[in-house]
Every structure is written in structure tokens, then in C-alpha cells.
């Protein structure tokens, strides 16, 4: 095993690194020097290695993988014998193409976060829907279950989060988008798998008491981000969702939404409640959403 570092290249990955015997899971993506998930989930590694030997040594390593190296990557990782692997932007979508192994609602979701190593082959789940709806609970004791659901974004994100919500019985599932292609597509998938759906404008945005706006655009990575709505016009019984984080301070929307009186939180509880998911699929131990919450609320 090599030194820990920040992240790995995939030169890292092709050389003699990673070839001995212990547990070892990855994520992939591109950029990847952000990303919080080896922090939390080496954390969870440790946790489980306190009671289980077989985790000694447990590790899990970034890598940073440019698309058109993706399936290499993806072959070497089970090569070396890489139990799990999470993917993120921008390589959720690919997979998809190649792999037979897909479950259900990764692939209404059309994108995947989740690699299982299933006896030498990749299994692709996703489990961010279930991250946003564990910390829609846990943060607002919000169910989607005969409520109004309003998602900004029609990207992989969007999709994710309205193909999961909108199994949950909502009383209503409404979605914008900027593109008006990509809103078209997400919403003729979702009428195809039968799951009932509406559009919104943000602008003029009237939405009912007791619902939950979710931000699902990339809108508010960036410092000088806007925010994605007019909050002082929603009734104060509506919660907001903002998937972005920052790791210093909160988001514009987040901001704006809190002083306008809404109950409003930025996207850490779901990536902590999604990666934890992750971990338990590759693992079959004890779900450890909330300690790995808790380790990223310490940073
Ligand atoms: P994506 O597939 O690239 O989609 C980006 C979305 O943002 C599209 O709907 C895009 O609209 C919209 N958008 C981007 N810039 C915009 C702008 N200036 N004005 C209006 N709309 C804009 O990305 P994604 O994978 O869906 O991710 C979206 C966000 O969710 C990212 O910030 C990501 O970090 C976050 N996320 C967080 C978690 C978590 O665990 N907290 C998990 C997943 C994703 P167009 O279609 O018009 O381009």
C-alpha cells in the first residue's frame, strides 16, 4: 500500500500500488482533491476494524480518473482486488453504457454512485436518493409521503432525487430546469415509469405550505453563487434543501432561505447518509449514517 495522499493518479493505480491483501475501496471522479467521502469513510473503516480484525488495515483512496480512463480504471480497481468503489462527477452517467449489472433504480435514475465487487464483477447501485431522503428526515422529520416536492435541476443529481421522492407516494412531484430539453427528457422518463409529475417556473414560485424545495443544480459550488430562490415568497412550513455544500460557511440559498424564516440545509447530511449506504452494501455491517454525519459536522 502506498502513503496516504490527498488522492491518487490513475498512473498511482497502473503502478505496483495497492496490490496487497487488505480491504480497500476507492472513489473516482474528476476533480477529486475535494472530496470529504476518504475522510468520512476511512473514519467508518476504523470503527468497523475495532470490532472485526478482518478490517485492519482497511483503507479507502481517491483517485482522480479523467473519463476516457474510466473503464481501465474501473478493470484495474477489480484486478487489485478493490472491494467498493463510489463515482462522482463526472462519472455517473458512463457505466451505465457498460456494465450488465445494474439494479433497478440506478437505472431508471439513469446514473450510478456505487460499485460493488460481486465476485470479480461490478454491481452498480445508486444511493443518493436515499441519502437525500435519510437527511430530509433527520434534519427537517421531513417524509415525502403525501407532501409537495418542488427539485430545481434536471441533471444527474435532480433525476436521482425525483426518481426516488417520487416512489414515496408524494401528493405532488413538480420539477424546473433551466434547459428546457433536459427537463423535457427527466420528465418523459418519469411518466414512463409511471411516477406523475408536474413542472414549476422559478420565477413567480408560489408553492403550498408544508413542502420541500430541493436544490439539485450545481448553483451555490461557487462562492459568489446566488441563491436559487425568492424566499421571502414561500410560507415560512416549507423546508429547503440545498444539495451543494461549502465546507466553510453555508450557501447563498441556505443563507437566504434561513433569514426569510424557512428551515434550510446545505447538502453534508446527504452525502454522509448516501456514502453510508454505500458502505453498508459493500460491507453488510450495521448502517453508520449518523457517526459519519458526525464526523463531517466536526470539520
Ligand atoms: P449535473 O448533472 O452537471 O447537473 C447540473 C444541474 O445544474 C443541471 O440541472 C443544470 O441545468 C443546473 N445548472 C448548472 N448551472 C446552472 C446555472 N448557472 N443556472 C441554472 N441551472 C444551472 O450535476 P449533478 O450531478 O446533477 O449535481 C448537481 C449538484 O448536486 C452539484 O452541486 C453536486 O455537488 C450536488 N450533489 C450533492 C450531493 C450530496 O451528497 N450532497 C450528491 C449529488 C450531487 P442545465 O440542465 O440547464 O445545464
Not at 471522479?29 to 478490517?55: K, T, V
Not at 427537463?183 to 417556473?201: A, H, K, M, N, P
Amino acid at each position: 500500500m502506498p502513503e496516504k495522499k490527498k488522492f491518487f493518479t490513475f498512473e498511482d493505480l497502473k503502478s505496483g500500488f495497492f496490490e496487497d491483501g487488505t480491504k480497500k475501496f476507492a472513489v473516482l471522479g474528476c476533480p477529486i482533491g475535494h472530496s470529504l467521502s476518504p475522510l468520512m469513510q476511512n473514519a467508518a473503516l476504523e470503527r468497523i476494524a475495532e470490532s472485526d480484525p478482518e478490517f485492519e488495515g482497511a483503507g479507502y483512496f481517491a483517485f482522480e480518473i479523467f473519463p476516457e480512463n474510466l473503464r481501465e480504471a474501473l478493470d484495474i480497481l477489480l484486478e487489485k482486488g478493490f472491494l467498493g468503489a463510489n463515482l462522482t462527477i463526472p462519472h455517473k452517467v458512463a457505466p451505465l453504457s457498460f456494465l450488465e449489472d445494474v439494479d433497478l433504480y440506478a437505472k431508471s435514475a439513469g446514473a450510478c454512485n456505487t460499485l460493488l465487487n460481486d465476485g470479480g464483477k461490478w454491481k452498480a447501485f445508486n444511493t443518493d436518493g436515499f441519502g437525500l431522503e435519510k437527511a430530509l428526515q433527520i434534519l427537517f422529520e421531513f417524509s415525502a409521503e403525501g407532501r409537495d416536492i418542488f427539485i430545481l435541476g434536471a441533471g444527474g443529481a435532480a433525476r436521482g432525487a425525483a426518481f426516488w421522492l417520487g416512489r414515496k407516494n408524494p401528493r405532488s412531484l413538480n420539477l424546473s430546469n433551466r434547459s428546457k430539453d433536459r427537463l423535457q427528457s427527466l420528465v418523459s422518463d418519469l411518466r414512463s415509469s409511471g411516477i406523475d409529475c408536474g413542472e414549476f417556473s422559478v420565477s413567480g414560485l408560489k408553492i403550498p405550505e408544508n413542502s420541500a424545495l430541493i436544490n439539485a443544480t450545481s448553483i451555490g459550488l461557487g462562492a459568489s453563487d446566488g441563491a436559487v430562490a425568492d424566499f421571502g415568497k414561500l410560507p415560512k412550513s416549507c423546508v429547503f434543501f440545498d444539495m451543494p455544500y461549502r465546507l466553510v460557511g453555508t450557501t447563498k440559498s441556505v443563507e437566504e432561505a434561513r433569514r426569510a424564516g424557512l428551515r434550510a440545509e446545505s447538502g453534508l447530511a446527504m452525502l454522509a447518509y448516501q456514502g453510508a449506504k454505500s458502505l453498508e452494501i459493500w460491507t453488510s455491517k450495521q448502517f453508520m449514517g449518523d457517526f459519519m454525519f458526525e464526523i463531517l459536522r466536526k470539520i
